[in-house]
Antibody, heavy 118, light 107 residues
């Protein structure tokens, strides 16, 4: 059974940093593309960043480019999202998402809440 | 960036009444279009990929159609558990983009 478990969310002050983790199990993690997708309170889904399986090519939404960094540790079956220069607009539930060979999401984590507030 | 526009924002239907949801892309997404269902407090769930292929375990009352820039999700006879928010997502180009969602509510 595929499991994606996010951690690392919490309350952070504007301008601060946070690192999210997603522990994956139940599949060959290194072979799959992965993404972070967020959802602000009461709003829709927004794709944030993705990383391919294999060579680990990365992609970012314009809203986070230059502030967020996605990475993966295939030896630990873990996906990361380093978030810097956080603002109120980054407040959201952040979901870890698994892609198939093409980039729709076939499995989702339960999400971790990030709140940016003073 | 491909902008995805869903309509209507809210759709009120009676159980068993056919529901048709629309998703439009600002440029071609080919058939690289997925639909998701999300219920309150839950993560989204994949319904349809490749514009028309049902994901594993998805009932036949859910169907998808379209290609290029116009896509449709049809609920042929909605059951009580189908009242939720539905999102489309294109994966033809980076960045991946979602539509704003359609809430299907009980009339």
């Amino acid at each position: 059974e595929v499991q994606l478990v996010e951690s690392g969310g919490g309350l952070v002050q504007p301008g601060g940093s946070l690192r999210l983790s997603c522990a994956a199990s139940g599949f060959t993690f290194s072979s799959y593309g992965m993404s972070w997708v967020r959802q602000a309170p009461g709003k829709g889904l927004e794709w944030v960043s993705g990383i391919s399986g294999g060579v680990g090519n990365t992609h970012y939404a314009d809203s986070v480019k230059g502030r967020f960094t996605i990475s993966r540790d295939n030896s630990r079956n873990t996906l990361f999202l380093q978030m810097n220069s956080l603002g109120a607009e980054d407040t959201a539930v952040y979901y870890c998402a698994r892609h198939t060979g093409v980039y729709y999401v076939d499995d989702w984590g339960r999400g971790t809440l990030v709140t940016v507030s003073s | 960036e491909i902008v995805m526009t869903q309509s209507p924002a809210t759709l009120s239907v009676s159980p068993g009444e056919r529901a048709t949801l629309s998703c439009r892309a600002s440029q071609t997404a080919s058939s690289n279009l997925a639909w998701y269902q999300q219920k309150p407090g839950q993560a989204p769930r994949l319904l349809i990929y490749g514009a028309s292929t049902r994901a594993a375990g998805i009932p036949a009352r859910f169907s998808g159609s379209g290609s290029g820039t116009e896509f449709t999700l049809t609920l042929s006879s909605p059951q009580s558990e189908d009242f939720a928010v539905y999102y489309c997502q294109q994966y033809n180009n980076w960045p991946l983009t979602f539509g704003g969602g359609t809430k299907v509510e009980i009339k």
